[in-house]
């Protein structure tokens, strides 16, 4: 499922930078990027006989999920269940998306610890978690969105909101297989930076951020990500809400495209290493992952 790959010559005019891009992950039938993987994730087990699965989101990796189990028994007659586990503070907004799916396949509750909850329901059981920050199978639906990206001409660097680290993990490691070195950059927030710690030594403003997708604070994939963020030259970055506005209002203003919060951490992180004295001579890219 290829999603767009759009230049934003005016953005990256008025960053005085070559070329830039929005890969318009938001635009993906199941709602993100998690699109990519999920589905792989989900096939995989249930080649090995898993009927049953369970998320911990309140977002992207929920709604991925709850599309395509959805999909799949619509269209295979199969007879797969998923349970959504939300915590107690999900937005109005997530929750109606979420709730759309709802059916006798399909649940949705409410936790105070949703994380903790799955690990509950899922040990010892038939339950399958689904958990791309633990779990390799999550890597493999990444392979076809840095192929795509690949495409994109004399392409030098690839800005990514991150949370748990996966996607960013998935696309280093792809681009090393084909020899091809570019850095990748993961954008955290100022209420969850595990793994852009790494890069950072300012003094930071701890604030609850308004992207709230970035949320994994174990960060198990954090020492593998910082391996191949250094082999590649590419960077760790936290933005401060103030800084996610900012970015909000330059893609609206110079591209013409209204970003979310958590879309829009890519360019506030890209906004805060150009202002560092970053450049590149070739393409750089923005993904724009979802709400």
């Not at 391996?227 to 013409?256: M, P, T």
């Amino acid at each position: 499922m290829i999603t767009r790959q759009e230049p934003v010559p005016e953005l990256a005019k008025a960053l005085e930078m070559i070329s830039l891009y929005y890969k318009r992950e938001d635009l993906h039938p199941y709602g993100s990027h998690k699109g990519r993987s999920l589905p792989i994730m989900i096939d995989t087990y249930i080649k090995d006989g898993v009927d049953h699965f369970a998320v911990s989101s309140s977002g992207n990796a929920a709604l991925a999920s709850a599309f395509y189990i959805e999909k799949l028994n619509k269209d295979k007659s199969l007879d797969i269940k998923l349970d959504i586990l939300v915590g107690q503070h999900i937005t109005t907004k997530k929750l109606r998306k979420l709730e759309q799916f709802k059916s006798e396949y399909i649940k949705i509750t409410s936790h105070d610890r949703p994380l903790q909850t799955l690990f509950a329901i899922t040990k010892d059981s038939t339950i399958k978690p689904l958990r791309q920050s633990n779990d390799d199978t999550a890597l493999l639906g990444y392979d076809a969105l840095a192929k795509e990206l690949l495409e994109i001409k004399d392409l030098q660097a690839v800005f990514i909101g991150t949370s748990s680290g996966t996607t960013a993990q998935a696309l280093a490691q792809y681009f090393k297989s084909q020899d091809k070195k570019i850095e990748i950059h993961i954008v955290q927030t100022s209420s969850c930076h595990h793994i852009s710690d790494n890069f950072v030594n300012d003094q930071l403003i701890e604030e609850q951020s308004i992207a709230d997708a970035i949320v994994d604070q174990t960060a198990l994939r954090k020492d593998i990500v910082f391996k191949l963020l250094k082999e590649n030259d590419g960077g760790g970055w936290i933005v401060s809400n103030e800084q996610i506005r900012a970015a909000q209002e330059l893609s609206k203003k110079h591209a013409k495209i209204d970003v979310s919060t958590n879309s829009a951490l890519s360019l506030a992180g890209l906004m805060q290493a150009v202002y560092t004295g970053k450049s590149w001579s070739g393409s750089v890219v923005c993904m724009i992952c979802g709400d």
